[in-house]
């Protein structure tokens, strides 16, 4: 089913741009440090990057040709492929992981932009180490000032995604990635000029196989999916967006690109001065917000720069956030036939309710756990690790049960004028690598296999 008046994204350099924006956020330079340093360092990386190339990649491309063949959103986009089957609820459970990501993702927004207002007052300047660590946690387990941010970042979302989807992602996304990437060169220099920087290189890069674990393989998993964007429906959903003249494998490669390059600067922009100013990697979620003021301190001008960089950081959120954001809205929009004003209004209540959970959840309610994990954690856990490679999973059995090679190649090729020589390896991959792989991970995190060998 196509819709001729539906809107697309103006340029070519938008296309790439707005999906980029979407991939590059607070999953690159908070989360992906944050896992390496909680995993053992170099040995996840090397999965990590073993996931983007084998799971990562083909599922991207999957999305984008569910996403610009039917021109519909998450749920919709299956209905549409097959319809009056089960196989929308890999839309559903897509809808549902973007409102629990929203949950924990914009309280951590939050905290940019307190960052941002330390760093412009000053009083992220002149502290020591412990006194950085000492604020860090005196800020986010407070009541109210985090709770304060994340409301003022889905209200900032909300806005953006009310003003209508070209000129609000575009817009934002253009100017301000460049930029990104550039004080993201710069402080990876500033940083592995430190003393002690050849350490967190180390740590980083010289890889100790025996770390390797089953978490630790589901723990890539999850950040290869979450970094990319990919398992719920979030790229099908501006992927409908995309023209029929866009080149969907160019564009993949060139997002898992810079994606991964982005989480790479963060690595090094992180490690050698976790391990110069003496913070353990393992820091868990605080790791960034308590190692850049250090590293600032130690710039000239630093807080210029810290007040661009957190700036920046936000911006880069934002771009996240209304990509999470416009794939429940875009649902409730075409599918329950809402106003954009209504379903963004109740996306954005949903988001707060569980923004204000999780922000409580690391401060006051830290002893109320689920699983043995605050709500905040929970969250996170359950759509990264969990939702997001089921969906991912999913995506691939269906395509390669439900559709003719064809029309996948037609798609890809836009009708053939454009050339996919690895289109059988693609569909190899698709078809039976991603979902056996991911599904071996889930079996082994599980213990399911250990317990069959323990039987034959
Ligand atoms: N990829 C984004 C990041 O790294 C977060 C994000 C935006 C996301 N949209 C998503 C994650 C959809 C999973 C699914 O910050």
């Not at 440090?33 to 999965?47: H, K, Q, S, W």
């Not at 760093?119 to 660590?133: D, N, P, R, W, Y």
């Not at 991912?392 to 049960?401: A, D, E, P, Y």
């Not at 037609?410 to 690895?422: D, K, P, R, Y």
Request: charged share 10%; with cysteine.
């Amino acid at each position: 089913m196509t819709n001729k008046n539906r809107v697309t994204f103006g340029s070519k350099l938008g296309v790439v741009f707005a999906t980029v924006g979407s991939a590059v956020g607070l999953g690159n330079i908070w989360r992906f440090p944050y896992m390496v340093g909680e995993n053992g360092g170099a040995a996840f990386l090397l999965v990590y990057i073993a996931c983007i190339l084998a799971l990562g990649l083909p599922v991207m491309l999957t999305e984008f040709f569910i996403g610009r063949n039917t021109q519909r959103n998450a749920a919709g986009a299956f209905k549409s492929l097959a319809p009056n089957s089960t196989w929308s609820i890999i839309g559903y459970n897509g809808v549902l992981a973007a409102f629990l990501i929203l949950g924990f993702y914009a309280v951590v927004s939050g905290w940019t932009l307190e960052y941002i207002i330390q760093a412009v007052t000053g009083s992220l300047s002149g502290k020591s180490t412990t006194e950085f660590a000492d604020d860090f946690a005196n800020f986010s387990s407070d009541i109210y000032r985090p709770i304060f941010w994340t409301i003022a970042f889905i209200a900032l979302t909300h806005f953006i995604i009310v003003s209508g989807v070209k000129k609000g992602i575009e817009r934002a996304s253009k100017i301000m990635m460049p930029m990104l990437f550039l004080i993201l060169v710069i402080l990876c220099i500033r940083s592995v000029m430190l003393p002690n920087a050849g350490k967190g290189l180390i740590f980083l890069f010289k890889p100790d196989f025996s770390k390797i674990s089953s978490s630790v393989i589901l723990s890539a998993m999850g950040q290869a999916f979450f970094s990319l964007s990919i398992g719920m429906g979030c790229l099908i959903t501006y992927s409908s967006y995309f023209s029929k003249t866009t080149n969907l494998q160019r564009t993949a490669v060139e997002v898992t690109i810079l994606d991964t390059l982005v989480a790479l600067l963060a690595g090094i922009m992180i490690f050698p001065a976790v391990f110069s100013f003496n913070i353990e990697p393992t820091e868990g979620a605080r790791l960034v917000f308590i190692t850049l003021p250090n590293v600032f301190g130690q710039m000239f001008l630093g807080e210029i720069w810290s007040s661009i960089f957190f700036l920046l950081l936000a911006v880069a959120a934002l771009t996240s956030t209304i990509s999470l954001h416009e794939v429940a809205t875009a649902y409730l929009l075409e599918e329950h036939k809402m106003s954009r004003k209504k379903a963004a209004t109740l996306v954005s209540v949903g988001a707060l309710i569980l923004g204000v959970i999780s922000s409580l959840s690391i401060g006051v309610w830290k002893e109320h756990t689920i699983l043995g994990l605050t709500f905040f954690d929970f969250l996170d856990y359950i759509t990264a690790k969990i939702m997001l490679p089921f969906g991912g999973m999913l995506i691939c059995i269906f395509i390669g049960r439900r559709i003719d090679k064809k029309i996948l190649k037609a798609e890809l090729t836009n009708q053939g004028t454009i050339t996919f020589s690895l289109f059988n390896i693609y569909a190899f991959f698709m078809k039976y690598i991603a979902p056996v792989g991911i599904g071996l991970i889930f079996l082994h995190e599980l213990g399911i296999i250990n317990w069959l060998k323990s039987i034959f």
